[in-house]
Structures are given as structure tokens and as C-alpha cells.
């Protein structure tokens, strides 16, 4: 079933090298992203690790999304061959949202609560490409419908907080799906969805990655999907990588750290009370 | 020396703390990050200084004024050019101009301090309540205020102090009348943000009546966006009271306001410039201080800039 | 046993939109009670529309045995308490931990205030140096844990959980998830909780329901679901698709 997996990616998509986030707080220094490298083809790169290490921050360092008073740096950081780096806040932009596409966490706090879901969609669209009205619209739901979204029509023209969590999460897929990215960073993107809705999602994306050859970065705590669906796995704690694996071989993990994450989940006909938690050791962060 | 240092230090680190003791301690944590933010702004220092300048000023006049503002010296001092006895000159009624510009800070204080008081808070209760009872109750009062936004201030002053009776407590009470209505609209949107929020919801949950919600939960979130908006308009009331005070439907003589003395300048400014120019000089500085200060507000209020 | 919650044909409608079309639902008093299905399938809805946040358009809500109209009074909210899905938008920004803790307590005018609100933060696991932060000072698993214990505060015998932990990685998720099985067996409370993982909804709860646009589906209990004895498609599709992505 994974024949076309082993399969060598053509050419790299993204290479970054020593990338660091540090964020002036305060009470000094907080380096959210301690020196991460990783290289992504045209695959399905998971990021996994707690809360807090740094997965989000990477994701946005990338996208060029970081807080402007945090300082990003990198050996490389490079996209198709453009150093991200060095490059204009206007070609970044550009870049952003036609080549590259985020899904964002927290799609409650990434939708403007005072504007219909329909009409998101449709700027998104109309921002980037030169289409009609009607049809900005035609594709928008044809999007929703492609998330799996029942009865789009009404779901267009609801408001953020009148659609459920999950409702809420695929809109934003759909918006960030439908400019038709080169390069996806998807942030928990179906961590409000019900299992069968959240395969639908992932063969949508595992469909752009196969077909059209995005390259994918799927940034999630759930080991049993990343490892599942992902072709490789970057493991990080406190702002660094702590490993590098296959997705098919997370089980034989050897960080005690991606251990105790596989442990500590719930699961079906195996009863624990209460639930193993993790023990974190200072040295796993030096 | 370091002795005075490590106390500062560990004063810092008190207020800094992410795991403060007490409310008192938050409370003046979270002041102290405003602050911080604020002061790295130099234009905003600048803007405060401005309006402590004109604090000052005002509660001292009496020391600061060496003449009457009202009473002039007829006879020896019309319209002498600004010179040793008089910093600014002195206008054609003999009164020594720097005195009058000295006491009419108090009624610049005056006039921005109660149109401040009076239009917020209506804004604040007009915008907050509309945005979260929605339905009729919006629609309603969203509908007064396009009628008062539909007409510009100035002319709308004009016609409540054409009503009222000219005077200086008129005049702020119009521009009052007339300077709600963004606030109101500001207040609105802002509450539109957050009325369908899940911390909204979790205060409904607890039993907690709309009253309740709208005052102690909704104003809170709608009061620094509010804060910023009136700094920023305080150069406008000012500008709007000095024009009343120029059509002679403000203060009235004797009364040192600058609008009324630069309209009373107004007729000697091509021999005797400084007559009206001092209070205009006046006005700008003001205005332009309360500007800064605004811009500055926003840089350290804005709930949308991050509580990090 | 009396039951805690009864829904007797429950009709919520939006507009014209039917996001519950007549369920029935019984929990027992202590029990812990689970709903699971599609999203937008009204499980949010539910609990909303026993909280009184939606509209109800027929059907009978009873709680512990007391029928209920369209409002709400304030002893219900001593009775029955909700924790969000989201942990990053149900607190207050701004309003510490401590205010957030008060507020219950002035609007029902409680005044051991001050040794409850220690109580609550020591139940779940928040020192006291937690008690004057703002909840952007805390994680997501504490700014949770701050979310139940002001569900806590005021001793309710029914909490209403959406989704607790679908914000939270798998780690913190343990830990909240033995933080409601302690309080639960502590204060002997009825749970209804609202979960897209099976495996959680299996661990917390005796019996569930499984939803589907805005219809309850087939009731279980949690061992009929360990052991595959479901008799319809969508619970076994469900139950297939919690084994991970299969690629076709
Ligand atoms: N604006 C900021 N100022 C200071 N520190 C920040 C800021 N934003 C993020 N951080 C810090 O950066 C670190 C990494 O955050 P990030 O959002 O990348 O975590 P994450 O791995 O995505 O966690 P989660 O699973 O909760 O989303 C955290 O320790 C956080 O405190
Ligand atoms: N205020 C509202 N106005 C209009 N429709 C609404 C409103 N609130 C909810 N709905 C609709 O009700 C349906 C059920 O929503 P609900 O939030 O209960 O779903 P859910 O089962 O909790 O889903 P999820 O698992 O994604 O959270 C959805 O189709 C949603 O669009
Ligand atoms: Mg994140
Ligand atoms: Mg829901």
C-alpha cells in the first residue's frame, strides 16, 4: 500500500538549517526554537512533540509569520532554491499564501469573528488569483464541499462562532486549500475533528501530496496519526530536535521522551487508571 | 550606589514576577509592563510632558501669571510687541497675553476634562449595550448615533450652542453631545469580538446577569481601545471648542480662552501678529502633546498587540 | 437511581436550521456519560442546550429530577457547570486566575470564598502561585485546569465537559484526564462529556451515544464498544477510523 512512498522525493522543497526563534520577554531571552534543521521534499514531514516546543514557532518562522519583535535566524532557510532570509517582505508575502500556505492553530482565533465564512474564503481566493464573483463563490463551496462539510450553502454564510469546532477547522483548511500552495505547513489541523472527518481531510491533503506533489509539513501531537500518515518525523522537545525518524518506525522510538508520548495515550481495550504521565528530566531539554 | 541598584533590581523582578503573591502585586505588574512598553516610545514621553506641562500650568497660574488675565493696563500697554515686561505682549485691551494664555490652560483643562467625562462614558454604554443585546435594542441606538455621525461636529455644535445659549459650559456640553457617537460605534465593534467568546459564555454559565456582563466583563476588554480614541480626539475637542470660542459661541470675553483670543487676535494680525499667534502656538502644542500621548496609548494598550 | 440528566425529544433550531432533531438521553445520577459523532453533529448543542445557551424548540430537559423552561435560574448553575473545548478562549484575558475564581462566587454571593478558592486550586493541581497570573502567564494544561476548577467552585454535581482535551497534546491530556477521574470519584460527580477519540470516551466513561446530524445514532456501553458489538455503519466506520489513516 506504500509502494510510492519509498520512493525517493524529487529534488528538496525546503531546506532549513539552525533555525532559531528567540523572543525578547521581559525577563530576558525565551529561545523558543533552538537550532532545528530538517530537509522536506515532496512528502508528508510530521512534527511532533509538547506543547510549548517550539512546533508552532518553527511553522511560523518559516511562513515568515514570526512576531516582529522576535529575531528569526537561520544557516539556511530555503524554499525552492530562494533564501526566505534574504528576500523582500513583499516577495515573502507573495510567496505566502500563493506558494507557501499555513493552516493556523486555533481557527477560532485565526477567523474574523465578524465576518461570514463564505466571504473569508472568497477574499482569500480573489486576493490571489483574478477570478468573478460568482465563481470565487462556486469554487469556495465546491471547497467546503471537499472538506466534507454538509449543506456548504448555509455554512458560507454562517459566522465563525455559529459553526461547530470542527466546522470552524475545515474552514480554514478549505482556505488555505483553495489558492493551491506548493508547500503546506498544517498546524493541528484536525485536532476538533471527528475521526471519520479527519481521514476525509487527510486524503485530501495526502492527494495534493501525491498528485500534485505538495510537500507537506503536519505539525500534531496525535503519534498515532502522525504515524500513521506521515512519511517522516522530526521529534522535538524544548525547541530542539530530539529525533529523526520513519513514521513507520516510531514505535521502536528511542528517546525516552517520544516513549513516554506513545505511553501516555488512552486506547481502545487496554485499561489504565489513571494514565501513565511523563516525567520530564532536565537533561532531555540541555 | 549598588546597594540603590540591587534594590531597584529586585523591585524590577517583584513587579516582573510571573508568579506574583498578591493582587496588589499583579495588578501593578501588569501597569509597570504598560509603562515599559509606553516609555520606549520617546514621542510619547514627549506627548506626556506635554500635558504635565499643561497640568502644571494650570493648577499653578497664579504663580505663573505675573498680571491679571482679565484686567489690562488700557492706557500704557495696547498691543506692545512681545518684549522683557511682557513674554508674549500684550493685547488691545492692555492684557499681558502670556498671563492670559497661563490662566487659560485651566479652561482648555476644563473644557477636554468634562467633554472627556461626559462623552466616554455615554459611548461606553451606548456601543457596549447595542453590541450585546443585538436585535432591536442595536438597532435602535446604532440608529440615533449614525443620525448624530451623519452630521459634521463642528455644525452640530453650532446648532446645540445656537439652542443652549452661547457660554462656555454650553459649548462643552455640545461638543460632549456630538463626541460620543464614534466612541459608541468603537465600543460596538469591540463587542461584537468578544460577545460570542467562550469566556463570555463561561461567565453566562456561572448565573451572572446581562448587566453583570456588560459592565464588569465587556467594558473592561472596550475601555483601552476607548482610552486611546479619546487622547487622540482631545486635540479635536480643543480645536472645536477654540472654533466655537472663535464664533464667540464659547467663552466669552472676559474669559482667556484661546479660541475666543485668537478670534479677538484675528484683527490686528497683520500689524500685531503675536497677538493671535501665542494662543494659536498654544493650541498646537497642546493638541500635538495629547496627539502623542494617544499614538503612545496605543502602542501600550492595545489588546491586540499581545499580552507577552 | 434517579437520573441525573433526562432529554425527552429534543429539538434545537437555528434559524431554520435543524441541528438536533429529537433526542432522547438519560444519564444516571454519578454516572459518567459519553457522546461521541460526526462533527457538526450537535453534540456541542446538546450541552448548550441543557446550559440554556441554544435555542430549544420542543422536547423536555429534566435535571436531577426538576423540569426545566426556557431560562434558567441561578441555583441551576450550582447544579450544572461546563468546561470548554478551548482552552486558549474561555478565560477571561483580563482577569486573573484569581478574579476568574471570584466572579462565581459574588454572583451567587458565597462567602467562604477565600477557602474555596485554595480548595479548588489545590484539587487541581495549581499551587498558589498560580492564583494572581493572567491566562496568558499559563500553558494550555493549566489554563484548563483553571477552566475546572472554576466549573469546581461551585460544587456542582453535573459538569458538562466539550471535548476537555482536544486542545492538549497527549502528555497534558493525561494528566487532565486523571485530574477529572480524581475530582469525579472525589465529589462524586455526573460527568456528560463530549470527545472525538474513542479511546478517551472509552477510558472516562461507562456508556455513550453515538450522533449523527443532529440524531443520536445507537446508545452503548463502553465494553460493547471495546468489543466491536456495535450494530450500526457509522459506529463501526468510527471505530475503524480511530486505527489511524489507511492510505487507499
Ligand atoms: N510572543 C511570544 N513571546 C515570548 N515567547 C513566546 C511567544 N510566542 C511563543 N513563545 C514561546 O515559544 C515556545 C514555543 O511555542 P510554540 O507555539 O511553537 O509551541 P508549540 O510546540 O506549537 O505548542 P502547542 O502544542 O501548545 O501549540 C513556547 O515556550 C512559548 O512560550
Ligand atoms: N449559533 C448558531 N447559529 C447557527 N447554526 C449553529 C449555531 N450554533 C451551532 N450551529 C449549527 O449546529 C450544528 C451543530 O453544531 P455543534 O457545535 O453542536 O456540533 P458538534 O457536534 O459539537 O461538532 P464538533 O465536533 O465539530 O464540535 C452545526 O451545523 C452548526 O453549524
Ligand atoms: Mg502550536
Ligand atoms: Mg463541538
Known amino acids: 500500500m506504500n509502494g510510492n512512498r519509498d520512493a525517493q522525493p524529487k529534488g528538496t522543497l525546503l531546506e532549513v538549517d539552525d533555525l532559531r526563534v528567540t523572543f525578547p520577554t521581559r525577563t530576558g531571552l525565551v529561545q523558543a526554537v533552538r537550532g532545528v534543521s530538517f530537509s522536506l521534499g515532496r512528502e508528508r514531514l510530521g512534527i511532533v512533540g509538547e506543547s510549548g516546543s517550539g512546533k508552532s514557532q518553527t511553522g511560523r518562522a518559516i511562513m515568515g509569520l514570526t512576531p516582529p519583535q522576535a529575531e528569526v535566524s537561520a ?60 465563481e470565487a463563490r462556486e469554487r469556495a463551496l465546491e471547497m467546503l464541499r471537499a472538506v466534507q462539510i454538509r449543506d456548504p450553502a448555509r455554512v458560507f454564510d454562517l459566522h465563525p462562532h455559529e459553526v461547530s469546532g470542527g466546522m470552524g477547522q475545515r474552514a480554514m483548511i478549505a482556505m488555505m486549500l483553495i489558492a493551491g500552495p506548493e508547500l503546506m505547513i498544517a498546524d493541528e489541523p484536525t ?3 471527528d475521526v471519520t472527518v479527519q481521514l476525509d481531510v487527510l486524503n485530501i491533503l495526502d492527494r495534493l501530496v501525491a498528485e500534485r506533489g505538495m510537500g507537506l509539513i503536519f505539525i500534531s501531537h496525535d503519534l498515532r496519526l502522525v504515524s500513521s500518515f506521515c512519511d517522516r518525523v522530526v521529534v522535538m522537545y524544548a525547541g530542539k530536535v530530539v529525533e529523526q525518524l520513519k513514521a513507520s518506525e516510531l514505535r521502536d522510538a528511542r528517546h525516552p521522551y517520544t516513549r513516554g508520548l506513545l505511553n501516555c495515550m488512552p486506547r481502545i481495550g487496554f485499561e489504565r487508571h489513571p494514565l501513565p504521565v511523563l516525567d520530564r528530566k532536565p537533561e532531555w531539554a540541555a | ?127 457596549t449595550v447595542a453590541g450585546y443585546a443585538g436585535g432591536w435594542t442595536d438597532a435602535i ?77 465587556i467594558m473592561p476588554l472596550c475601555i483601552s481601545s476607548l482610552i486611546i480614541r479619546v487622547t487622540l480626539d482631545m486635540a479635536g475637542i480643543i480645536l472645536t471648542a477654540a472654533g466655537l470660542g472663535f464664533l464667540g459661541l464659547g467663552a466669552q470675553p472676559p474669559l482667556p480662552e484661546w479660541g475666543a483670543m485668537i478670534a479677538s487676535g484675528r484683527r490686528f494680525i497683520l500689524d500685531q501678529w503675536w497677538v493671535a499667534a501665542a494662543p494659536g502656538a498654544a493650541i498646537l502644542i497642546v493638541s500635538l502633546g495629547f496627539n502623542l500621548l494617544g499614538d503612545g496609548l496605543r502602542d501600550a494598550l492595545d489588546p491586540r498587540s499581545g499580552d507577552q | 437511581m434517579t437520573a441525573a440528566i433526562a432529554i425527552d425529544g429534543l429539538e434545537v433550531v437555528f434559524d431554520r436550521f435543524r441541528a438536533l432533531k429529537g433526542v432522547n438521553l438519560e444519564v444516571r445520577e454519578g454516572e459518567s456519560y459519553g457522546l461521541v459523532g460526526e462533527s457538526g453533529s450537535g453534540k456541542s448543542t446538546l450541552l448548550r442546550a441543557i446550559t440554556g445557551l441554544a435555542p430549544v424548540a420542543s422536547g423536555a430537559i429534566t435535571v436531577n429530577g426538576k423540569a426545566l423552561g426556557k431560562t434558567r435560574d441561578k441555583a441551576f448553575y450550582r447544579d450544572v457547570q461546563m468546561v470548554f473545548q478551548d482552552p486558549y478562549g474561555s478565560l477571561h484575558p483580563r482577569q486573573t486566575v484569581d478574579r476568574l475564581l471570584q466572579e462565581p462566587l459574588a454572583i451567587h454571593g458565597i462567602s467562604d470564598g477565600e477557602k474555596r478558592i485554595e480548595r479548588a486550586l489545590d484539587e487541581v493541581g495549581l499551587g498558589k502561585g498560580f492564583r494572581f497570573r493572567y491566562a496568558h502567564q499559563l500553558s494550555g494544561g493549566q489554563r484548563q485546569r483553571v477552566a475546572i476548577a472554576r466549573a469546581l467552585i461551585l460544587e456542582p454535581s453535573i459538569l458538562l465537559l466539550d471535548e476537555p482535551t482536544s486542545a492538549l497534546d497527549a502528555s497534558v491530556q493525561a494528566e487532565v484526564l ?32 453515538v450522533m449523527q446530524d443532529g440524531e443520536a445514532v445507537e446508545t452503548l456501553t463502553a465494553s460493547q464498544l471495546i468489543g466491536h458489538r456495535v450494530s450500526e455503519d457509522y459506529t463501526r466506520n468510527l471505530l475503524r477510523a480511530s486505527e489511524g489513516f489507511v492510505r487507499v
Open chain 1, 75 to 134: 544557516k539556511k532557510l530555503s524554499f525552492d532554491g530562494i533564501d526566505l532570509l534574504s528576500i523582500s517582505p513583499r516577495q515573502r508575502r507573495a510567496l505566502r499564501g500563493n506558494r507557501i500556505a499555513m493552516i493556523l492553530q486555533d481557527p477560532k482565533y485565526s477567523l474574523d469573528p465578524v465576518m461570514t465564512i463564505g466571504r473569508q474564503i472568497v477574499e482569500t481566493l480573489r486576493t490571489h488569483e483574478k477570478v468573478s464573483k460568482a
Open chain 2, 141 to 217: 441606538l446604532m440608529r440615533i448615533t449614525d443620525i448624530f455621525l451623519a452630521f459634521p461636529k463642528l455644525v452640530l455644535a453650532l446648532a446645540f450652542v445656537a439652542a443652549l445659549g452661547p457660554g462656555i459650559e454650553n459649548a462643552v456640553l455640545a461638543i460632549a453631545i456630538t463626541s460620543w457617537p464614534p466612541y459608541a460605534r468603537i465600543a460596538r465593534a469591540e463587542t461584537l469580538t468578544v460577545r460570542n467568546s467562550d469566556y463570555i459564555k463561561a461567565v453566562q454559565l456561572m448565573g451572572a446577569s446581562p448587566f453583570r456582563i456588560v459592565l464588569r466583563h
Open chain 3, 178 to 209: 486523571n485530574l477529572l477521574e480524581e475530582v469525579r470519584r472525589r465529589r462524586k460527580l455526573t460527568f456528560l462529556m463530549v470527545s472525538h477519540d474513542l479511546a478517551i470516551i472509552t477510558h472516562m466513561c461507562e456508556r455513550l451515544m
Open chain 2, 1 to 127: 550606589m549598588t546597594a540603590s541598584d540591587a534594590g531597584s533590581l529586585s523591585r524590577r523582578e517583584w513587579l516582573l514576577s510571573d508568579r506574583p503573591a498578591s493582587r496588589l502585586q499583579a495588578r501593578l505588574g501588569r501597569a509597570y509592563v504598560a509603562w515599559r512598553r509606553f516609555s520606549a516610545n520617546r514621542l510619547a514621553l514627549v506627548g506626556m510632558l506635554i500635558i504635565i506641562a499643561l497640568l502644571v500650568v494650570a493648577a499653578f497660574a497664579d504663580v505663573l501669571a505675573p498680571y491679571s488675565p482679565t484686567v489690562g493696563d488700557l492706557k500704557n500697554a495696547r498691543l506692545l510687541p512681545p518684549g522683557a515686561a511682557h513674554w508674549f505682549g500684550t493685547d488691545d485691551l492692555g492684557r499681558d497675553i502670556y498671563s492670559r494664555i497661563v490662566y487659560g490652560a485651566r479652561w482648555t483643562l476644563y473644557v477636554v476634562v468634562l467633554v472627556a467625562v461626559i462623552a466616554a462614558p455615554i459611548g461606553l454604554l451606548v456601543g
Open chain 1, 191 to 193: 485536532s476538533a475533528l
